[in-house]
């Protein structure tokens, strides 16, 4: 599995970052699901080897500005790129409104249909081609959530030893089962369920939205692989702001992430107070340090353009860093 920032900064852009955007694919895998599209996601796009031609879905978080104002001028690439396959957008019901507001006022010819799911209505697990996704409520100033993706279609391994231990011989039943069908052999029907077992553990991946409350992902926590949250804020930050700042600190995410014995966490959405050296302002370098103080597990501050490779064996590897 791969995780492609396309845009890490919040609320608005800076010279360094894109407002929100985060693509997700198996690795090797043509298809690939977006999560949020803050304005010049499109652009972003650009300068990476994703299609929009080959985009299955788009997870929007909630309605702010720096999460979806990209949709519009994205839709109308795709068409004019000529694509014609069905895309599924699952945001809340504003966002059609929104979609359907831009179509008709700028008379946008769309000739692929968006098959749109509604948050507010979504209470069941949705199936993708590569992962079944659930969404997780958040706490913001607007309904926003987080989504949780658990990988699908795993690939099946043969049960050598079982498969010898019942004298099953070798032969092209055996790659039959090892792809999930049943077989007849010598009159004896052979379950693949019974041969088989799946490659690896399915991987867990959560993308979330703004929130102040990282607790609201403790049911979720359990085997996950990789959590990617908003440290918008140093705790000193977010102190002054108020007893609500809507957003989360590095310190808070850090203190949930050690408290669930999360291994690997992934922030993103920094106030563009905080800059990299030799900026005299505010440094992105206090998030991280206040993180580390608090978090024991491997720890990545999310540029745009950065890659990560999640192995099927859970270890997360930054793969490229523009």
Request: proline share 4%.
């Given at each position: 599995?791969?995780?492609?920032?396309l845009g890490t900064s919040a609320g608005s852009p800076?010279?360094?970052?894109?407002?929100?955007?985060?693509?997700?694919?198996?690795?090797?895998?043509?298809?690939?699901?977006?999560?949020?599209?803050?304005?010049?996601?499109?652009h972003q796009i650009l300068h990476t080897k994703l299609?929009?031609?080959?985009?299955?879905?788009?997870?929007?978080?909630?309605?702010?500005?720096?999460?979806?104002?990209?949709?519009?001028?994205?839709?109308?690439?795709?068409?004019?790129?000529?694509?014609?396959?069905?895309?599924?957008?699952?945001?809340?019901?504003?966002?059609?409104?929104?979609?359907?507001?831009?179509i008709e006022s700028t008379e946008l010819p769309l000739?692929?249909?968006?098959?749109?799911?509604?948050?507010?209505?979504?209470?069941?697990?949705?199936?993708?081609?590569?992962?079944?996704?659930?969404?997780?409520?958040?706490?913001?100033?607007?309904?926003?959530?987080?989504?949780?993706?658990?990988?699908?279609?795993?690939?099946?391994?043969?049960?050598?030893?079982?498969?010898?231990?019942?004298?099953?011989?070798?032969?092209?039943?055996?790659?039959?089962?090892?792809?999930?069908?049943?077989?007849?052999?010598?009159?004896?029907?052979?379950?693949?369920?019974?041969?088989?077992?799946?490659?690896?553990?399915?991987?867990?991946?959560?993308?979330?939205?703004?929130?102040?409350?990282?607790?609201?992902?403790?049911?979720?926590?359990?085997?996950?692989?990789?959590?990617?949250?908003?440290?918008?804020?140093?705790?000193?930050?977010?102190?002054?702001?108020?007893?609500?700042?809507?957003?989360?600190?590095?310190?808070?995410?850090?203190?949930?992430?050690?408290?669930?014995?999360?291994?690997?966490?992934?922030?993103?959405?920094?106030?563009?107070?905080?800059?990299?050296?030799?900026?005299?302002?505010?440094?992105?370098?206090?998030?991280?340090?206040?993180?580390?103080?608090?978090?024991?597990?491997?720890?990545?501050?999310?540029?745009?353009?950065?890659?990560?490779?999640?192995?099927?064996?859970?270890?997360?590897?930054?793969?490229?860093?523009?």
């Amino acid at each position: 599995m791969e995780l492609i920032f396309l845009g890490t900064s919040a609320g608005s852009p800076t010279k360094r970052r894109n407002v929100s955007a985060c693509a997700l694919r198996k690795f090797g895998a043509k298809r690939w699901y977006l999560v949020d599209c803050g304005e010049g996601t499109q652009h972003q796009i650009l300068h990476t080897k994703l299609s929009l031609m080959h985009l299955e879905a788009i997870f929007i978080t909630h309605i702010h500005g720096d999460h979806c104002y990209g949709l519009p001028g994205l839709l109308a690439s795709a068409m004019m790129s000529g694509r014609t396959e069905a895309l599924s957008i699952v945001a809340p019901q504003a966002i059609q409104n929104f979609i359907e507001v831009i179509i008709e006022s700028t008379e946008l010819p769309l000739n692929f249909e968006i098959n749109f799911q509604s948050l507010e209505s979504l209470d069941t697990l949705l199936e993708f081609q590569h992962f079944k996704v659930q969404k997780i409520s958040l706490s913001h100033r607007v309904a926003s959530v987080a989504y949780h993706f658990c990988e699908s279609a795993i690939g099946l391994r043969l049960d050598i030893e079982k498969l010898k231990s019942d004298k099953i011989a070798s032969g092209p039943h055996w790659n039959q089962l090892q792809k999930g069908l049943d077989v007849e052999v010598g009159g004896q029907m052979l379950k693949s369920s019974d041969y088989t077992f799946a490659a690896h553990t399915p991987r867990k991946i959560i993308i979330s939205g703004d929130n102040d409350s990282p607790q609201l992902l403790e049911p979720f926590s359990e085997d996950l692989d990789v959590l990617v949250h908003e440290a918008t804020y140093s705790q000193q930050m977010s102190d002054k702001i108020g007893p609500e700042p809507q957003h989360c600190s590095a310190k808070a995410l850090a203190e949930f992430a050690e408290q669930q014995q999360l291994t690997n966490l992934i922030m993103t959405h920094f106030s563009p107070r905080y800059q990299y050296p030799p900026s005299k302002g505010l440094l992105i370098t206090e998030l991280e340090d206040e993180a580390k103080s608090h978090y024991r597990g491997q720890l990545h501050l999310a540029n745009d353009f950065d890659t990560f490779r999640l192995t099927t064996s859970g270890q997360l590897k930054l793969i490229t860093r523009h």
